[in-house]
């Protein structure tokens, strides 16, 4: 019963969503305000049925009811109840209700704490996110109905992916649904801004709190889908340029440029034709990933549907919305004042220099995710784009972005002095050269574009740092003094030294594990030792073990120092999956600090022996960590005061008029 009520609350979502695109977009056009407030209670309620809806999927699946062919396809009763419920969106279907269930959320949120957005503002942003949600519904009630039954039911199920049946999927993908889908709202204020012709600042203060929300649950997603990518999968890596990955990557780089963006807009009244085209962009890119991973049209253990059918309503879906949106931008661009001026040299400067970096970048990631597709839809051949390509084409145009970063802070509006600003960071310009010296002299002087590259990460820590204490009149006033004005300081700053900070600790990892990593490959027997980075491994065999629904054998490794002394132990496994017979290598880890001791067991060998690859990594946990601190910086932000949805009184004031007059 609760599965054709979930089914129900779909078709009924269904309707809701068409019903909040039509009338307040008929009532912001004829002005009719009782139309137009429409839009709101209808978002709350879609939202609710789509939760009723997913909430039905989500107990199908715990009670392990194997009369719907999703869960018969996802699931098994032996699979433990953390992983019943993750895997509900751990298929093409479920993760489609899941990105429609995010996507009904931030139109209620619009909807419920958008009270002061103008009326007509807000009712055409409520009806372009109702048209959204009514596509994607009709493409999961038409090609993926995740209710669908089959008769008879069978006795058990097939079982979840295997590589999936971890605790990162109850995380990662939400918090990457929240990124992607979340970038809807700024697509959303575009169009209805768009559609009405006007584009100030106080739309850019509206936008920007739901573009740094978003960002910051896409960083957060990215990062956690990097470390689970890095421990399930046995590899050892974290990052390996796939096309999905490269998915959600493309929307982080012009998000990044667009929350720039937009606070340039909102503080000068200029780059309003680059926020709105970036807003724009990012969802499209979004939808783009969507697609890529949808479509059947790659291969890589994050797609979930092979079905042509989806790949061309999607694409269909695709082709309507980017290419919708980008003929309105093109129509309404010409109309669009330029805004404030400023001097090349000048924070608006910087964050233009910013924006080019970042697009431009982005345009490369997106060349080689695209470039074998096209080859193979024109000549049928396969080829692949890997890692050289994107370090030797990204990478060139990353670097001076992260030289410039901290730039951009300490530079004034409109009109600044180069000079000035680089002797305000002589302090951190020094600490990072002392840093790059350290890593050659005394690291290792075999890898100087290696120690280059730490001097860059400490230059972007060090940076943001010294743009506190700058702000707080350290050195110019008592320390007392500059403490209170450190700590009267709004969030906003504070998030963006530390988003800064993040980018540079990620950048610090990033350098150390690529050029500093020790890697040993090698066959061991029981009690045989090996040494690696000063530490000995001491292999101590093979053991059974069974789990809920599957079995393995587990390699304990004894770890020391090279004085002797223990260190503990470090457990991996190959595990099998009774009901799939899928094998997966369940990688052994011991961090010790910021590094890590990566082991992963291989195939067994015909004189008993078990083929080993061990890795030290050093600083690799700074590649998350700096992730984590760019979302704390983020969420800081988000929690300004200053950064409400909404404009200022004497704003909103003028808005409130102008309505009335339209009125």
């Not at 957005?117 to 055409?124: G, H, M, Q, V």
């Not at 990044?256 to 926020?275: C, F, G």
């Not at 001097?343 to 970048?361: C, F, K, M």
């Not at 789990?547 to 390699?555: H, K, Q, S, V």
Request: aromatic share 12%; charged share 10%.
């Amino acid at each position: 019963m609760s599965v054709e009520l979930g089914h129900f609350a779909l078709v009924l979502a269904l309707a809701l969503a068409l019903v909040q695109f039509c009338v307040p977009f008929v009532g912001a056009r004829i002005g009719s305000a009782r139309l137009m407030h429409v839009g709101g209670p209808v978002a709350i309620t879609g939202f609710a049925f789509l939760a009723i809806s997913f909430a039905a999927l989500v107990l199908a699946y715990v009670q392990s009811d194997f009369s719907v062919a999703n869960v018969w396809e996802n699931s098994h009763s032996a699979k433990p109840l953390l992983f019943k419920i993750t895997g509900t969106w751990g298929n093409h279907e479920g993760s489609m209700l899941l990105w429609v269930l995010i996507l009904s959320l931030f139109g209620a949120l619009v909807a419920a704490f958008g009270r002061n957005l103008p009326p007509s503002l807000k009712a055409n942003v409520l009806a372009v996110q109702g048209l959204v949600a009514a596509a994607f519904l009709l493409f999961i009630l038409f090609t993926s109905n995740p209710f669908a039954r089959l008769q008879p039911a069978p006795i058990e199920g097939r079982d979840l992916n295997p590589i999936l049946q971890d605790v990162g999927l109850a995380i990662h993908p939400p918090l990457l649904y929240l990124g992607y889908v979340g970038f809807s709202i700024s697509f959303s204020f575009a169009i209805a801004a768009l559609i009405e012709g006007r584009i100030d600042a106080a739309w850019a203060r509206w936008v920007r709190p739901w573009t740094l929300a978003a960002w910051a649950f896409l960083t957060g997603g990215i990062a956690v889908g990097s470390y689970w990518a890095y421990y399930e999968l046995g590899w050892g890596g974290f990052w390996f340029w796939d096309p999905v990955e490269n998915a959600s990557f493309l929307p982080w780089l012009t998000g990044t440029a667009l929350l720039h963006s937009a606070l340039v807009m909102e503080k000068r009244s200029a780059l309003k034709i680059w926020t709105v085209l970036l807003s724009i962009l990012t969802f499209s890119l979004s939808l783009l990933g969507t697609f890529l991973v949808r479509s059947g049209v790659l291969t890589s253990v994050h797609t979930f549907a092979s079905d042509p059918t989806r790949g061309v309503f999607i694409l269909a879906i695709l082709i309507f919305f980017i290419g919708g949106a980008l003929a309105l931008f093109a129509l309404r661009a010409a109309a669009l004042a330029p805004g404030g001026l400023f001097a090349p040299i000048s924070r608006e400067g910087a964050l233009v220099l910013n924006n080019l970096l970042l697009t431009t970048a982005a345009a490369t990631v997106l060349v080689g995710t695209l470039y074998p597709l096209v080859v193979e839809a024109i000549t049928g051949e396969k080829i692949s784009v890997g890692a050289p390509f994107f370090n030797l084409t990204f990478v060139p145009l990353f670097l001076p972005l992260l030289v410039a970063v901290p730039f951009g802070p300490v530079l004034a509006w409109k009109r600044a002095d180069l000079l000035a600003a680089a002797q305000r960071l002589h302090l951190a310009f020094a600490m990072a050269v002392l840093g790059a010296f350290f890593a050659y002299f005394l690291v290792d002087r075999a890898t100087a574009l290696a120690a280059a590259g730490i001097g860059i990460g400490l230059w972007l820590v060090f940076g943001a740092l010294i743009d506190l204490a700058l702000k707080a009149g350290a050195g110019k006033t008592p320390i007392a003094t500059s403490l209170r004005r450190l700590k009267g300081l709004p969030l906003s700053v504070f998030g963006t030294a530390l988003a800064h900070a993040g980018l540079g600790l990620t950048t610090l990892g990033v350098v150390c594990v690529t050029a500093l990593e020790t890697e040993r490959i090698l066959t061991m027997h029981s009690g045989q030792s090996t040494e690696i980075s000063g530490f000995t491994l001491q292999f101590e065999g093979m053991r059974p073990f069974t789990g809920p629904n599957y079995t393995e054998e587990r390699g304990r490794f004894l770890l020391s120092g090279t004085d002797g002394r223990q260190l503990g132990e470090i457990v991996s496994s190959k595990r099998v999956y009774t009901a799939r017979g899928t094998p997966t290598t369940e990688a052994g880890i011991r961090t010790m600090g910021l590094s890590q001791l990566y082991v992963s067991l291989g195939d067994p060998t015909v004189d008993g022996g078990r083929v080993v690859r061990i890795w030290w990594k050093p600083m690799v946990t700074l590649i998350w960590l700096g992730a984590l601190v760019m979302v704390v910086g983020g969420s800081l932000s988000l929690m300004d005061r200053r950064l409400r949805v909404g404009a200022p009184a004497g704003r909103k004031a003028a808005l409130a008029g102008a309505e009335g007059r339209r009125g």
